[in-house]
């Protein structure tokens, strides 16, 4: 796998960037994230709050770690915001790098991974569903080359 610059002890006070739990799922994310086909994200608001985790702000580096939690690159987040789930566009559905052609073929994906076990034990909410309401956080991110990562 390339480097991508989170090797060096600098880099060991970023934040990490979780995608997904470990696993598939995130494997399959991390790779597009490194072949730069995902350049956006989305999280539930609740799972910030339950974890005691502040949003990322626009400018803000995290380094992205992989199924054995070792980072693998570093990304720079250019816009983040918060939206209910109803305002999700298109445009952002297909950011994320996983194939997705509509808003609704997004939603569906989304709501199945959002109402399964792993998040609902995250957030401790047994029964969590979501909505049009639900509030997201909607992240946009580029990944640094290892000389600006190392700056």
Request: net charge negative.
């Amino acid at each position: 796998m390339e480097d991508h610059g989170v090797t060096t002890p600098e880099h060991s006070s970023l934040p990490k960037a979780e995608f997904a739990f470990p696993g598939p799922l995130r494997d399959q994310l991390v790779a597009a994230i490194l072949d730069g086909s995902k350049t956006s994200t989305t999280g539930l608001v609740i799972d910030f709050e339950v974890c005691g985790d502040e949003l990322p702000t626009v400018g803000s580096r995290a380094a992205v770690v992989d199924s054995d939690e070792q980072p693998v690159g570093v990304i720079e987040y250019t816009e983040v915001r918060t939206a209910p789930l109803a305002e999700v566009d298109l445009q952002h559905a297909i950011d994320e790098g996983e194939g997705f052609t509509t808003v609704a073929a997004w939603r569906a994906d989304h709501t199945s991974y959002w109402e399964g076990p792993e998040v609902r034990g995250a957030i401790g909410i047994p029964d969590f569903t979501v909505d049009d309401t639900t509030p997201l956080v909607l992240m946009r991110f580029r990944l640094l080359t290892p000389e600006e990562a190392a700056s």
